[in-house]
């Protein structure tokens, strides 16, 4: 009887070990170039089908889970204690990312006072619910993530990596982990999917 049960404990472990892989063991691969050749770097992604890539001629988006990064569905209604991470993918913009505009001036956003290591600015006076900016300046681009108010369950990412490519990512505001933690475990996952 132990014997039995041993082997369907195995036989069980197997089937969910293999769960997702085609049964000729080939693992599906989608590929996109991101970028007009005229005036953009264009960028080779290869994306794994566990990922589920929504794919588009301009982007690409995946689902993930966070800090796993393991692939996960996209909800179809985001909640506060949400840990999917939505990521966006576009080649880098032509005159720089709407984070490079922000941190230098630009979009008439006012800089306040600095919290928690982040450079945080806000919109001009007039709006009820203003949306709120952190930002810095890593070693490979600018991000920015913003809070579009009291109304908003999501913060958003915008960030460039090496005039390469830009991504958007929607995160819970209650996730509690910090910016950059997030935007570290994002780039290393684009990074592994990049085709030099």
């Known amino acids: 009887m132990k014997f039995l049960i041993a082997l369907i404990l195995i036989f069980g472990c197997a089937n969910a070990l293999f769960a997702g892989v085609p049964e000729d063991g080939a693992i599906s691969i989608h590929e996109i170039s991101l970028g007009y050749p005229a005036y953009q770097k264009v960028v080779r992604f290869k994306i794994i089908d566990a990922y589920k890539p929504e794919i588009h001629e301009t982007f690409f988006r995946i689902f993930v889970d966070y800090p796993s990064m393991r692939p996960t569905r996209g909800p179809r209604k985001f909640k506060l204690n949400d840990d999917t991470l939505e990521i966006l993918v576009q080649a880098y913009p032509k005159y720089?990312?709407?984070?490079?505009?922000?941190?230098?001036?630009?979009?008439?956003?006012?800089?306040?006072?600095?919290?928690?290591?982040?450079?945080?600015?806000?919109?001009?006076?007039?709006?009820?619910?203003?949306?709120?900016?952190?930002?810095?300046k890593s070693e490979t681009g600018s991000v920015v993530v913003s809070d579009p108010g009291s109304w908003s369950v999501r913060h958003a990412m915008t960030r460039g990596v090496s005039d390469l490519y830009q991504f958007n990512c929607h995160f819970s505001k209650k996730m509690g982990a910090p910016f950059k933690s997030i935007d570290e475990s994002v780039v290393r996952l684009l990074s592994t999917m990049i085709v030099e």
């Open 96 to 136: 720089g990312t709407d984070a490079d505009r922000i941190l230098s001036g630009g979009f008439g956003a006012i800089e306040i006072a600095p919290e928690n290591g982040y450079r945080v600015f806000t919109e001009r006076i007039g709006r009820i619910d203003q949306t709120k900016i952190y930002g810095y």
